[in-house]
């Protein structure tokens, strides 16, 4: 195979089977955290953290912050992201269909600003946000032990930050 110059953040992240890694041992991450569904969002936050443990990020390292629903992820994690101390941020929440009316506007502006945060501060900021019909749904996919929908979000940050970095070096 020709000597292509490869760029892939998730080299070097540490699956599950695996002992810790240290992917995240130099990284700085903040999780944002939606208060509303949260039984779910507590789920997914605990799979977070286990997935930073995992992938070697120092405890000093990981800033949690809370905010109401979802619908305020946006404007925490550009605040965030704009403090320039941070590699990526983390956006966890959960929309459930059957709670509201709203649905369609909680989640649409949730997922348009967290991705123009991303875009406007060029932090990554990871979509960690369920969007389902129903509880047993939205606890399927927060579960660590089951879709671990937190866990994956913080994984997909650390890709993030560790493929930006090497391309801000090329
Ligand atoms: N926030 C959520 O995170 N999930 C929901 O399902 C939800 N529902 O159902 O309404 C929800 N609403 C609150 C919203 O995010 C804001 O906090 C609120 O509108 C105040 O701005």
Redesign the pocket.
Known sequence: MPNYRIIDGAQSLQHRESKAGDAASDLRVAVVA????ADI?DAMLDGALAAWQRQGGAAQDLTIVR???????PLLARALANTGLYDAIVAL????RG??A??DF??GE?ARGIAQAAYDTGVPVAFG?LTTENVEQALERAQPARMDKGGEALEAAIEMALALREIARS
């Open positions: 939606a208060r509303f569904n969002v905010a109401p629903g979802a619908f305020e992820l929440g959960c929309v459930i709670d509201t709203h649905f909680v989640a949730a946000v």
